[in-house]
């Protein structure tokens, strides 16, 4: 049997185990998810360390936080999507060319997981749609990304830091993933128009992005379709919105990525505001069809996750 698994702190509360465990057995694949709690970088570090003398016995972690970041320095190989978001959350145990120790391989399943639970739980179509980001960090970014690639016609990213935002995204679309595909709006920032994108592809408009703060949430919110909160409020007790409840209305979609730590502040209001009102369960499902069609991949075979039974596995603790 070979071993897979959750690097990260805290993940005590993580469903994975369960909803990768059931697809393991649907799928007929000889593996076993566990969680491996990494209390700071030097055992981060080694857990990947001691899994490379071993090849044999792992396929691969996901990573969540805070070592993401990590994970992506740690890793000689990464996706398209990985590169340019600078964040690994998925790392694979790659064959060397040199027939020594395994390499590891990055990929960054965050942005695509989320847009999955968007079009899956919210009967989303992305394409030509207006979209209100909250966040910047690594799950926002890779959020961006998927979003641009799902052919959103405008993405407004909330962020305390205007411009420092402005330039992490600006250097994130300079990159092969969103060239050509993406405009940068920089009005309220003091920072030139990212040179080489806002043209068009053949296909379809550039997505236009935008930076504000959230005193413009509000705004922006009035002629959105979706709402995407990609930062970490509500993980802890007392945590609010990043939103005024006003703002929100019938008929926009409301995903957070938070799950596992009771409703948040977003979700409630998002609810009661008769909005359409997704937590991160969903995405996380997503993140792990992905994953396991990763790894899958990696070991020469062809794998399509059992979605439906993976979410069926994540809430049977609850039943």
Same mark, same amino acid.
């Given at each position: 049997?070979?071993?897979?698994?959750?690097?990260?702190?805290?993940?005590?509360?993580?469903?994975?185990?369960?909803?990768? &465990?059931?697809?393991?057995?649907?799928?007929?694949?000889?593996?076993?998810?566990?969680?491996?709690?990494?209390?700071?970088?030097?055992?981060?570090?080694?857990?990947?360390?001691?899994?490379?003398?071993?090849?044999?016995?792992?396929?691969?972690? &996901?990573?969540?936080?805070?070592?993401?970041?990590?994970?992506?320095?740690?890793?000689?190989?990464?996706?398209?999507?990985?590169?340019?978001?600078?964040?690994? &959350?998925?790392?694979?145990?790659?064959?060397?060319?040199?027939?020594?120790?395994?390499?590891?391989?990055?990929?960054?399943?965050?942005? #695509?997981?989320?847009?999955?639970?968007?079009?899956?739980?919210? &009967?989303?179509?992305?394409?030509?749609?207006?979209?209100?980001?909250?966040?910047?960090?690594?799950?926002?970014?890779?959020?961006?990304?998927?979003?641009?690639?799902?052919?959103?016609?405008?993405?407004?990213?909330?962020?305390?830091?205007?411009?420092?935002?402005?330039?992490?995204?600006?250097?994130?679309?300079?990159?092969?993933?969103?060239?050509?595909?993406?405009?940068?709006?920089?009005?309220?920032?003091?920072?030139? #128009?990212?040179?080489?994108?806002?043209?068009?592809?053949?296909?379809?408009?550039?997505?236009?992005?935008?930076?504000?703060?959230?005193?413009?949430?509000?705004?922006?919110?009035?002629?959105?379709?979706?709402?995407?909160?990609?930062?970490?409020?509500?993980?802890?007790?007392?945590?609010?919105?990043?939103?005024?409840?006003?703002?929100? #209305?019938?008929?926009?979609?409301?995903?957070?990525?938070?799950?596992?730590?009771?409703?948040?502040?977003?979700?409630?209001?998002?609810?009661?505001?008769?909005?359409?009102?997704?937590?991160?369960?969903?995405?996380?499902?997503?993140?792990?069809?992905?994953?396991?069609?990763?790894?899958?991949?990696?070991?020469?075979?062809?794998?399509?996750?059992?979605?439906?039974?993976?979410?069926?596995?994540?809430?049977?603790?609850?039943?």
């Amino acid at each position: 049997m070979m071993r897979t698994g959750l690097l990260g702190h805290p993940i005590g509360h993580s469903l994975s185990p369960a909803i990768h &465990n059931a697809a393991y057995a649907a799928l007929g694949l000889d593996w076993e998810y566990g969680l491996y709690p990494c209390e700071d970088r030097a055992s981060f570090e080694r857990v990947l360390a001691e899994a490379q003398r071993v090849p044999d016995a792992f396929v691969g972690f &996901n990573v969540t936080t805070p070592y993401k970041h990590d994970a992506h320095r740690l890793c000689a190989e990464h996706s398209s999507f990985s590169a340019a978001t600078g964040s690994t &959350n998925v790392i694979r145990l790659c064959p060397s060319p040199a027939q020594g120790l395994p390499v590891l391989c990055g990929d960054d399943t965050d942005g #695509r997981g989320l847009v999955a639970s968007l079009q899956r739980e919210g &009967n989303v179509t992305l394409a030509g749609s207006s979209v209100v980001l909250c966040g910047t960090g690594a799950v926002a970014l890779s959020a961006l990304l998927a979003l641009v690639e799902a052919g959103t016609a405008a993405v407004s990213v909330v962020s305390r830091d205007v411009v420092q935002a402005a330039e992490r995204i600006r250097r994130l679309m300079q990159g092969d993933v969103c060239q050509g595909d993406v405009s940068l709006d920089t009005r309220d920032t003091g920072l030139d #128009r990212c040179p080489g994108l806002g043209a068009d592809d053949g296909h379809r408009p550039p997505t236009a992005v935008q930076v504000v703060g959230y005193e413009e949430a509000a705004r922006c919110l009035a002629t959105a379709d979706v709402l995407v909160d990609a930062t970490t409020l509500g993980m802890h007790a007392g945590d609010g919105s990043p939103v005024p409840a006003q703002a929100l #209305r019938e008929g926009l979609v409301v995903l957070d990525v938070v799950y596992g730590h009771g409703e948040t502040a977003l979700i409630g209001d998002a609810r009661r505001a008769g909005a359409v009102a997704i937590d991160g369960l969903g995405m996380l499902i997503e993140q792990a069809a992905l994953t396991i069609e990763i790894w899958a991949r990696g070991q020469g075979l062809a794998a399509c996750a059992p979605r439906s039974l993976m979410r069926q596995a994540a809430l049977a603790p609850h039943a």
